[in-house]
């Protein structure tokens, strides 16, 4: 079916304005970061930077300012991120219940919160007048220059899946297939219907799920060069366990959501993935 003009002027215009609102909500939290690190506005300031990045990256032509926005972005995004980082092992360790006669874990604690502690007095230096004054200038030329017109960004999203093959499936590319499945989804959160909602929704689910393996993952490496291999700590042995486990059920919702996606949305896009029946071991993990 094809739409007629005015159903088609309505559509963009939407697009638009869904794009509008990602620019006006990292305005925000870049000033509230400006006054405190706090824990909800560093992950909003994150997770809406990506998708800053994404609606650039897709729909604005090459520009200076593209370029150096982007690479702005970046580099207070990974601050951000290594703050939320810290929230969420903490959050972990603190809830981990296991024998500590070696008190690795008491220790590891101590360590991170002091470098939280660090990390959350400099991250709103980052964010100072200037530096939020020329970020919110070119958020502005962007936000003006990003044309959606004749595009379908949900078409556009699945277009930009990844491919994933549980054959070939470990850490190094599980790990690379959600931050291009975030830029996926996010592409997508420019459309309002069922479909999109859908696809947004399953990515998500899979998302999350790598995410958890990952925090943990990076979280095992620290204790490894703080307290040596899993015979010689019974923390870096509970992380390693766990990261095993996770690292599976990540594999297998990552490769569950791209099945449903590749079986409910037909497109003559390219085929999202390959879908074996069983989640492969991290041991493959590069």
Do not use: C
């Not at 088609?8 to 939290?29: E, K, M, P, S, W």
């Not at 690479?71 to 219940?97: C, M, P, T, W, Y």
Request: charge should be positive; proline fraction near 3%.
């Amino acid at each position: 079916m094809y739409l007629n003009r005015s159903a088609n002027d309505g559509l963009q215009t939407d697009y638009q304005h869904r794009a509008r609102l990602v620019f006006n909500r990292i305005r925000r939290h870049m000033n509230q970061l400006g006054k405190e690190a706090k824990s909800n506005e560093v992950h909003r300031f994150r997770t809406n930077s990506r998708r800053v990045e994404a609606l650039v990256n897709e729909f604005a032509p090459e520009s200076r300012n593209k370029q150096k926005l982007l690479k702005a972005l970046s580099r207070l995004r990974k601050k951000a991120g290594k703050l939320r980082d810290l929230d969420v092992q903490i959050q972990f360790l603190e809830n981990l219940k296991i024998p500590d006669r070696q008190n690795h874990r008491a220790q590891l604690l101590e360590i991170l919160n002091a470098e939280r502690t660090s990390r959350s007095r400099k991250l709103p230096k980052r964010f100072d007048s200037d530096t939020v004054s020329k970020l919110r200038k070119r958020l502005g030329r962007a936000s003006s220059a990003i044309r959606l017109d004749g595009v379908d960004p949900f078409h556009r999203a699945i277009e930009r899946l990844p491919k994933l093959d549980a054959r070939e499936l470990n850490e190094r590319n599980l790990h690379s297939f959600r931050i291009a499945a975030k830029a996926a989804r996010y592409v997508a959160e420019s459309v309002d219907s069922p479909e999109a909602n859908s696809f947004v929704a399953e990515l998500k689910k899979a998302q999350d799920a790598i995410g958890e393996w990952h925090d943990i993952l990076k979280l095992k490496e620290q204790a490894e060069k703080l307290f040596g291999r899993v015979h010689d700590s019974t923390l870096v042995a509970a992380l390693n366990n766990i990261t095993h486990a996770r690292f599976r059920r990540a594999s297998s919702a990552a490769l569950a959501a791209m099945a449903n996606i590749s079986t409910r949305f037909s497109t003559s896009a390219k085929t999202p993935a390959k879908v074996a029946a069983k989640a492969p071991s991290p041991a493959v993990a590069a």
